[in-house]
Structure formats: C-alpha cells, structure tokens
C-alpha cells in the first residue's frame, strides 16, 4: 500500500513569508507526528495528532507554527514570517499506536528560507 | 540533560565486519520502547529494530540485533556482516510510556561509512 506523503518535496521561501507543508499519512493510521531536522542533526519532534484528541502541541518552537489535521488525515503544518532558522528538513510519521507500532516516515520537505 | 545518547559522531568499519553504535537513554519511565532507524543520504527514515523495556530477549533482525543492557541503560545496535548499503546515518530513539502512538526523542546519530 502507499506510504506517507508529503508535499512539496522542496520549498524554497523569502524571509517573512507564509508556508504550508502537507502530509497525507498512511491510511488508518491514527497517530500523526511533525518532526524538523536541521542540517546534520536529529529529529526534533513539533507536534502530534492521536486521533479525535487535542493534539499535542508541546514540541512547537514558536507561535509562528502551527498545524491542523483535518478529518483525521491529511495535516497541513503552517509556519508564518518564515525566519532563516526555520531552514530544515520537516518530516511527517504515522502509526497504528499497537506495543511496537514503529512510525513511518515521509520522505520529508526540504524548507529553505532565503 | 539529554535522552538519549549517542557518542560516536562518525564510525568507520571493513566489508563483512561487525560493528557496535553506542546508544544509552535516561528515562524515569519503567514502561518504554527503543528503536532504532537508518537514514541513507537519500534522506528516508528506515525503521530497523525494536526492544521493548520489559522483553526479556534482545531483538534481533537478520543481520541487525540490539545488545539491551537495562541496568546500564544502554541499546547498542550491532550489525554483523557489514554491506556497503549499511553506509548511513543511524539513529536510536525511545519512546516512553507503554502506548505505542506518542512521539520519539531521537539521539544525534552516528554516521557509518563501510569500507570495500
């Protein structure tokens, strides 16, 4: 079956701008999870969505994140006045929530702000 | 104070030898889950391997086993009979608590390059 998705693939944005990175999970999947990784780094988690339940917000860096998942799909993470800091890989996971329930990673968009 | 660990940066390794990356956690949570992924220069996350806090064998996958050390806290992964594809960075994370859908707290990486 098909994998996690995300678009677009690359982003490059102007200091200052809005931009909205997708991420359509692998279907019945009910936990959705954001990460960032900056150039040569780890993962930094951002937020995750668990079906029906406030998502958890608690990795967000700033107000200037935010993310909605509509109809317990697709999620759209949107950052506002895009800063250079902000240049990272975004990767977007999904799982099933079972004991193992190992996350399946997007192939990620590469955000670079100019 | 950091979750988990991961102090080799870069390790270098010979065609067909073993070789350990170094993993150790901290976590107050009697009940987690440590895994370990492979991320190639093509930049996907691979899942390769999961120990569960309370099992009681190390995890093995094919050529990819987990050397659970819990007094000591540590998950080190050993792959045997390195391949030029095992060429990566490779990641250790936890999750902690006993559901399985919340987020990972991943190491640094460590960076293997296989030698021919």
């Known amino acids: 079956g098909a994998g996690v998705s995300q678009s677009p693939s690359n982003k490059v944005t102007e200091k200052g701008k809005d931009v909205e990175l997708r991420c359509d999970p692998i279907?019945?999947?009910?936990?959705l999870y954001w990460y960032r990784q900056s150039l040569g780094q780890g993962l930094e988690f951002l937020i995750y969505f668990q079906g029906n339940s406030a998502p958890d917000k608690s990795g967000l860096p700033s107000d200037r994140f935010s993310a909605e998942r509509t109809g317990g799909s697709v999620s759209t993470l949107t950052i506002q006045r895009t800063q250079q800091e902000d240049s990272a890989v975004y990767l977007c996971?999904?799982?099933?929530?079972?004991?193992?329930?190992?996350?399946?990673f997007g192939p990620g968009t590469r955000l670079t702000v100019t | 104070a950091q979750k988990i660990t991961q102090t080799q940066p870069g390790m270098f390794v010979q065609e067909k030898e073993a070789v350990t990356l170094d993993c150790t956690y901290d976590?107050?949570?009697?009940?987690?889950?440590l895994f370990w992924y492979k991320q190639p220069s093509s930049g996907e996350m691979i899942f390769l391997i999961y120990?569960?806090?309370?099992?009681?064998q190390n995890a093995t996958e094919g050529r990819y086993s987990l050397n659970f050390q819990k007094a000591r806290k540590s998950a080190n992964l050993v792959i045997s009979a390195s391949q030029l594809g095992d060429s990566a960075m490779y990641f250790c994370a936890m999750r902690e608590g006993w559901r399985g859908n919340t987020p990972l707290v991943f190491g640094k990486g460590t960076r293997l390059s296989v030698i021919a």
């Open positions: 120990q569960g806090s309370y099992d009681q």
């Open positions: 976590t107050s949570d009697p009940s987690y889950g």
């Open positions: 996971a999904s799982n099933h929530g079972g004991r193992v329930a190992e996350q399946y």
């Open positions: 279907s019945g999947h009910t936990a």
